[in-house]
């Protein structure tokens, strides 16, 4: 079974631009996790969707945006850009959500934002 | 919210040693904690895991250990190899419900290197 996918896996953009990333979860997994790392704070989650529903939410501002397609692919969009942004983007994919046994999440390549 | 501690921060052994990766967190509510390892530019892998029901869990060189009144748990890795160095986080989450959905807490990471 293919893991997790993220695309692009590298990414370079200018501060005020906004940037969309994508990611395929596992086949059969609904539900995507995103996190950003960063060797300062590590790693941090973003939020989470499960059936195209955002059903929790990291402490970022609201330029970090996401959306899930009925396909149970995800993307993120972190628009107006600020030099901050600058990190390791990972989403992760789950079975089930988590009301089931089903907690492992398994996590994709990520994505390197560098913004300029 | 939970808040997980990670120590040490660098833990370097001997080929052939034993490690222990120690983390405390603060939700009592929490009953789900894994491990990942990440070597460098590669994605996070889930190493191992355990449930708030189980104090032990061991699979091969690696075992994790819970203590849910002291609310720490611990990573311990035998016959250390080098191919055993790497960044290891360990995670906290609460499995269900409420604001959990697909949020793991991450420690800050300990970079494990074991010498030939």
């Known amino acids: 079974k293919a893991g997790v996918t993220q695309t692009p896996r590298y990414l370079i953009k200018t501060r005020g631009q906004q940037v969309t990333l994508s990611c395929s979860p596992i086949s059969g997994h609904r539900s995507v996790s995103w996190y950003q790392q960063t060797p300062g704070q590590g790693l941090q989650f973003l939020f989470e969707?499960?059936?195209?529903?955002?059903?929790n939410k990291g402490n970022f501002p609201g330029r970090f945006s996401g959306r899930q397609f009925s396909n149970s692919r995800s993307e993120m969009n972190v628009s107006t850009l600020e030099l901050g942004d600058s990190a390791l983007y990972l989403c992760a994919s789950s079975l089930y959500p988590q009301t089931s046994s089903s907690y492992e999440q398994y996590f994709g390549p990520g994505t390197r934002l560098t913004v300029t | 919210g939970e808040n997980v501690e990670q120590h040490p921060s660098t833990l370097s052994v001997q080929e052939g040693d034993s490690a222990v990766i120690k983390c405390t967190y603060s939700d009592s509510a929490s009953n789900y904690f894994p491990w990942y390892k990440q070597e460098l530019g590669k994605r996070p892998q889930l190493i191992i895991d355990?449930?708030?029901?189980?104090g032990e869990k061991k699979d091969q060189r690696i075992a994790v250990t819970l203590n849910k009144t002291a609310k720490h748990f611990s990573l311990h890795i035998t016959e250390t190899q080098p191919e055993d160095s790497a960044v290891y986080f360990c995670a906290a989450t609460l499995g269900a419900g409420g604001t959990s959905y697909g949020k793991l807490t991450f420690g800050q990471g300990t970079i494990l290197t074991v010498h030939p």
């Open positions: 355990i449930r708030s029901n189980v």
């Open positions: 969707y499960f059936s195209e529903t955002q059903r």
